[in-house]
């Protein structure tokens, strides 16, 4: 589908389709005051009731020959978030969708945003909503999309004509990837396995010019990756590491490097500490984080963002057979530190150990890990917000603030010495905690032993948010690829 953006006056209902959003309220329309042409229908469905602006409210009006006005609520504009507007322009894209109509207008509100940011929610709102989504249905019940072209219309003599094409194409780039991320993540555990994510990303490398090695089972252990071997070894499917080094502008391979490191637990059975089959299935989800990575490095590579990046994906299967690690299972760690297993199903954090050591071999500016870490962080924040553990005051702003402008929500959580106690081993250098109460918590803890201390480090818990329970706009039941555009955003803005 073609996206455009044309500044000039909004001239009256358009054929065949125009979007209008509308906030709550006495001022619904005088906000908009550009919106004069549309006055007239929109005024009377407003002054009668039938449409009242209200959050994510749509109407979808016939205004007589083939002739459609869109209106989609706000909400009261005081309360509007990012993660609203965004939403929004995917409830418009579904209704456009379900009208089948094959062009349609967008008119840009101006909010309080700022204008391009506005155009930027708007249009990953409403790629999100649009892209057909994959499935292994056999017989296709969703009519190929009828739309063929959005025109982004503002009248208000704008700044960024000029610029309209590239934030155009950052946005869809970014909503592309976080669309791929899904994909990826959507996928069922026996076609999503270790191998054919490292696939995916030697694929990649090729495509877009950037360096990928696969470590193997042999490599992984020639480089001592204790913990990653321990997880993959219940599994017929060997695990992998990946490793993703986008060069950037010009620049030495030893230079300071933006590091993401994403969970790629390709199925989380909870090993010989089964999982109750209850929901069992969700866990193919468990490579979210991995997911996110790779997207991102790709999308990183399609913008050609002027700097050195380094992705890495542990990749393994959690699974109990003879040969499956144990509970009290003493292994060692790509640090050299020992672990004792208490808990099989706390792999993830096993992974990552070996992840962020090889990480500093790489000169880290800053250092991000992605993971679908504890049922604890789901319970704390829910499904809308994930936990944010970053002890660098300036790398937890930027993520916070990141998150919020491409309206994903990242709360602080803290580090609690206390419960470094529930770590102790006495055979062992320490171990995961089992315990439940603070889980996210002692899982960081667990984590930031393997970081050394000056480098800026965030760990993003995304157990809660790396799935969706239930559809809403843009965002259908499954994958949500959470954490994609955030991190797209740190990277763009330097
Ligand atoms: N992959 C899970 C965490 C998870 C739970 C993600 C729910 C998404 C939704 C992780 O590997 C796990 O099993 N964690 C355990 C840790 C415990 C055994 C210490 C948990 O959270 O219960
Ligand atoms: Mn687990
Ligand atoms: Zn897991």
Known sequence: MIFKYKCEPFNGPIKPATVIFVSAGPEALDRTDELSSFRLQAQQHLSCGAFKGGRLDTLPLFCGQDTWLVMVGLGNLEELTEATLLEAAAKAGQTLASLRVKEAVVCLPSLAFGSIKTFELIVVGFKLALEPRFNYKTTKTDPPLALRQLTFQTPSASNFIDRSKVILSRSETAALAQLEARRLTDGPASVITPESLAKEAVEAGLAKMFKVTIWDETKLEIEK?????????????????????????AGLAADPATIIIGKGVTFDSGGLCLKPSENMALMKTDMAGAAAVLAVMKAAATLKLPQRLVGLMPLAENMPDGAAYRPGDIITTMSGQTIEVINTDAEGRLLLADALTLAQKYNPARLIDIATLTGACQIALGDRCAGLFCEHQTLLKTIQNAG????????????????EESLKSDLADFKPSAARAGGAINAALFLRRFVKKDIPWAHLDIAGTARNSHATAGFPEGATGFGVRTILKILTDG
Do not use: H
């Open 404 to 419: 919020e402008a491409v309206g994903e929500k990242f709360w602080p959580m803290p580090f609690i010495s206390e419960y």
């Open 225 to 249: 990756c204790g913990a990653i071997l321990a997880v993959g070894r219940g599994s017929s499917r060997q695990p992998r590491m990946v490793i993703i080094e986008y060069q950037g502008a």
